[in-house]
Nanobody
């Protein structure tokens, strides 16, 4: 079992930055690929970014490339999402997820992930 707790969400103006963090507990953190998904009101939950257990591989959704950066600290059992140049359309609840497997082809799918956090709200005002 892995427990995930997100933090760092909030309200920010367009063009601003936020840094989300996800703290994991309950298992060997480096055994898990970690991902961030988001869900806006009335929309499906969508993939944002993921990172392999070692941190050596990443996968980004096209709409965040160049703006968002994922990183992890396996000593601290945390994964962070640095979000820059935020847009109103980035407004959503952001979820941290863990998967016991890494596949660049599959990591963007929700069912590939075994554990989920409760989410943190990010609101970007125009």
């Amino acid at each position: 079992q892995v427990q995930l707790v997100e933090s760092g969400g909030g309200l920010v103006q367009a063009g601003g930055s936020l840094r989300l963090s996800c703290a994991a507990s309950g298992s060997i953190f480096s055994n898990y690929a970690m991902g961030w998904f988001r869900q806006a009101p009335g929309k499906e939950r969508e993939f944002v970014v993921a990172i392999s257990g070692s941190g050596g591989s990443t996968s980004y959704a096209d709409f965040v490339k160049g703006r968002f950066t994922i990183s992890r600290d396996n000593a601290k059992n945390t994964v962070d999402l640095q979000m820059n140049s935020l847009k109103p359309e980035d407004t959503a609840v952001y979820y941290c997820a863990a998967s016991s497997r890494w596949s660049r082809d599959m990591i963007a799918t929700r069912r590939w992930h075994d554990y989920w956090g409760q989410g943190t709200q990010v609101t970007v005002s125009s």
